[in-house]
């Protein structure tokens, strides 16, 4: 019986079992030479010839060409990373990826799918209870463990050259927007969404600054408007001021030179009472989504009012929790309450507005750097900076990084899966495998030889050292914490979950069944070679 189009391909077991795996496998690899603070950088080129260089794990598999269903089910562990977590996509991707290079030796040893799920379920939930066991709590108010969380979470991306300027005003942004719960005394919640990024090229990274309150990067409409206000009354506006439209097309005749004047006369009035009620409603500033005709502004001018066109809505939405002020998309029902006061200044040398409230808790980060592509990379950088330092701050646990938290959960789980009865008790000790891919390829990407990295990590564990880490910059194994290598627990917790989830995903399916072509191209070794993904083989190898 015939069920199926002509077009269509149907892959199962075991084969469906090897083309996912291989597709998920490639995926990690496509990133895992960016892991660390020696990782490499990824040059990627879209189809417009646009340029991204970033070793950002989420980043990179975003920008790739990726077609491929299982592919694409991994690339999500990154984007729930990222979301969740800010920091630790590449660990993840590549946890998960090895995760099923581990299952696909159990396969073939004829474990079925369902144990291996089973086992690597286990030992997830295990290695979470351990995470909170092993983490060391944190001093919300220890400004200099925060700064080493910020570093570390730096190191290795553009931001590192001066990651200690850098960690100490992402640590003083993150203060000023943490407010202390009303029901636990000690917990804080963070309020990232007070906290805005503004770049500029052309200078130097260590010029970068924390500034209170709104950056707007627009000049005054009129050379003749007033730059600095003090206590100013501030309007946010969603509405031209320039004049009316109309809704349909029309036509006017104009039989002599006086109904022409009388046309243009009747503009101009109507200009001037959009000035008019800007002015009688008290308004010192005008930031103004939309367009404002030349007349006005040369109106707003002489009334002593600067204003500010085209502004970002993103931008006024930012000063409005700055300011306390409303935005307003009618200037027929403006009142005084709808206006925001604050500190206007100009700087002529970046040409910014600086906006400071009375009251406002928003702070920005000006990041500046020497290019465009230096710009981009380090705002990655610093936008994970930021929501680990944040994550800590409201989750108040830490680990000791440079794969020590990885050594110690491989050796529990060990320990662990003795007591695990049936075959799950080895998809729990792959499990405890997978994890050590991270001190290897720590090692791997710092030059070092992976294998004697591995045992000596291994021996320091065993004799009590759960801090012992690999320390790449002076290529030994050490006490990590104490050399200022710290990761937030709840990153590592968020990545063993979401590479889990998804391996176990990828393990229970038998049968695919596809619309479409599900060709392989290429004949490299699984895993290793794009070209070995199917789908992917083409869109990949475009990108790298």
Known sequence: ???????????????????????????????????????MDKMLVDSMGDVTITNDGVTILSEMDIDNPTAEM?????????????????????????????????????????????????????????????????????????????????????????????????????????????????????????????????????????????????????????????????LLLNEPIEVEETDVDTQVNLESPDQLQQFLDKEEEQLKEKVQQIVDVGADVVFCQKGIDDLAQHHLAREGVTAVRRAKKSDLEFLREIIDASITSDLDTVTEEDLGRGDVSRDDDDDLFYVEGENGHGVTLLLRGSTDHVVDELERGITDALDVVGQTVADGRVLAGGGAIEVELARRLRDYADGVPGREQLAVEAFADSLELVPRVLAENAGLDSIDTLVDLRAEHEDGQSRAGLNVFTSSVEDTFDAGVVEPAHAKEQALASATEAANMVLKIDDIISAGDLSTEGDGDEGEDMGGMGGMGGGMGGMM
């Open 74 to 234: 991994i690339i999500e562990v990154a984007e729930t990373q990222e979301d969740e977590a800010g920091d630790g996509t590449t660990t993840a991707v590549a946890i998960a990826g090895e995760l099923l290079k581990n299952a696909e030796d159990l396969l073939e040893q004829d474990i079925h799918p369902t144990a291996v799920i089973k086992g690597f379920h286990l030992a997830s939930e295990k290695a979470r209870e351990e995470i909170d066991e092993i983490a060391e709590r944190v001093d919300t108010d220890d400004e200099a463990l925060l700064r080493k969380v910020a570093e570390t979470s730096m190191t290795g991306k553009g931001a590192e050259v001066n990651k200690e300027h850098l960690s100490s005003i992402i640590v003083e942004a993150i203060r000023r927007v943490s407010v202390e719960s009303e029901d636990e005394e000690g917990e804080y919640a963070v309020d990232l969404e007070n906290v805005k990024i503004e770049t500029q090229s052309g200078r130097a990274v260590g010029e970068s600054e924390l500034l209170a309150g709104a950056v707007i990067d627009k000049d005054p409409v009129h050379d003749d408007m007033p730059t600095d206000i003090e206590d100013a009354k501030i």
């Open 1 to 39: 019986m015939i069920i199926m189009g002509d077009e269509a391909q149907r892959v199962q077991d075991r084969d469906a079992q090897d083309f996912n795996i291989s597709a998920a496998r490639a995926v990690a690899e496509a990133v895992r030479s960016t892991l660390g603070p020696k990782g």
